[in-house]
């Protein structure tokens, strides 16, 4: 039998941990969505939240749709700092808590806590063993947890107090992850700002609206006082050369953490895994940016690498281009696939223009904007770190 007692408590607590069912813990509430061609029901001052509206984040975001208190909704409303889970869809398992009082809909079934049991707390309990809850669904075309099934759910918490003393601690933990969380997308939308302004439209005959270097009358200098040049128009097929990347794709698929060597893609997932294959790796000329010939998807690179497909190419600077300049000018190509499946980096998109400055100012924005991404990833590291933290807590505090 399993222990009832977790490994990690806080001094003073010794009592053994009771099993109880969802539906003793408290009212569970299954959402509906009022019809939209009812006008009263909208456009007052309860949020109406749905699957999407719950993301990483331990609250609920503001939604843009309201509701009143009129008619439907008063059988359906949820007090604030309840508990919402999603039972039905692809986010199934997916679990938040309200700032406010909502009403949401179907595919969320609602946890009002009684008067016994810390809101926050539960909170933590059905984030803890959401993984193993979405177990419990129905295998059909839409995967769905009946109310029934989520009523009969076993959990196990302690005394009131201590579940108290909990939730407060590591509510303290989720308020530090929301701070760095928020700290990185300000970071990441001053980057973005800043780039408009440095990189201007192709198309357009502007100048950039940020310069380096200013000198006192405002003109734009080198370090020697003298003026850089205009910005060129010029094809990125001008700017950067590309090799196949047919000798460093990785034999084997089975990765492990413990091994050394980055296996790459150029889409969001990045770093597939870790290979011990220390033959056929990318280490020279580094840095590159690795271009996914299918959707032009890329990523810049500064380590040695392995990639698992050939669908890409490996891109690298000519002499006297800035490849990160080069590669942050790229983001602020906006390209259209068309629909269509072919390799675009031959075909089209080495024809793309961007305008360029001369190295030396390249090299300057690029050091300028290498600055910014050194904050974001301190930042980042930060909010990894204090996630792989929470995660240790959840499995020593819980049983």
Not at 61 to 70: A, F, G, P, Y
Not at 283 to 291: G, H, K, N, R
Not at 370 to 388: A, G, M, P, R, Y
């Amino acid at each position: 039998m399993k222990s009832k007692i977790p490994k990690l408590r806080f001094p003073k607590f010794n009592d053994r941990w009771n099993t109880k069912k969802i539906s003793e813990i408290g009212k569970i509430i299954t959402g509906s969505t009022p019809s939209t061609s009812r006008e009263e029901y909208y456009n007052g001052n309860k949020q109406f939240v749905s699957p999407i509206d719950i993301n990483d984040s331990r609250y609920v975001e503001d939604t843009k749709t309201k509701l009143t208190e009129l008619g439907f909704n008063k059988g359906r409303f949820i007090r604030p700092f309840s508990i919402l889970f999603v039972c039905i869809g692809s986010t199934i398992g997916k679990v938040a808590q309200n700032k406010q009082g909502c009403i949401t809909n179907q595919q969320i079934n609602s946890i009002v806590p009684h008067d016994e049991f810390d809101c926050d707390f539960i909170f933590t309990l059905l984030e803890k063993y959401s993984s193993k809850i979405k177990m419990l669904a129905a295998t059909q075309a839409v995967p769905i947890i009946n109310k029934s099934t989520f009523a009969k759910v076993k959990l196990a918490l302690p005394t009131f107090p201590e579940q108290q003393k909990i939730a407060s601690f590591l509510t303290a933990v989720d308020d530090k992850i929301q701070q760095l969380t928020k700290k990185k997308e300000l970071l990441e939308k001053y980057k973005k700002g800043v780039m408009q302004k440095i990189f201007p439209s192709t198309s357009s005959g502007q100048a950039p609206e940020i310069r380096f270097k200013p000198a006192l009358s405002g003109a734009e200098v080198d370090d020697d006082g003298n003026d850089y040049p205009d910005w060129e128009r010029k094809k990125l097929g001008d700017l950067l050369d590309y090799i196949q990347p047919t000798d460093f794709i990785v034999n084997s698929t089975e990765y492990e953490d413990s091994n050394k060597i980055p296996v790459l893609t150029a889409g969001k997932t990045f770093i597939l895994g870790y290979t011990n294959e220390e033959f056929g790796v990318f280490e020279e000329p580094l840095p590159v940016i690795i271009f996914d010939d299918f959707t032009t998807a890329n990523q810049f690179v500064d380590f040695k690498f392995k990639v698992k497909s050939s669908a890409m190419k490996i891109l690298i600077a000519k002499e006297h281009v800035n490849i990160k300049f080069v590669y942050e000018a790229m983001q602020m190509i906006h390209f259209s696939l068309g629909g269509e499946h072919k390799r675009f980096w031959i075909s089209e998109y080495q024809f793309n223009k961007v305008k360029v400055p001369t190295s030396e100012e390249q090299q300057k924005i690029a050091d300028f904007l290498s600055s910014i991404d050194k904050k974001i990833d301190s930042v980042n590291t930060q909010l990894e770190k204090t996630k792989e933290f929470k995660k240790e807590l959840l499995q020593q505090m819980f049983v």
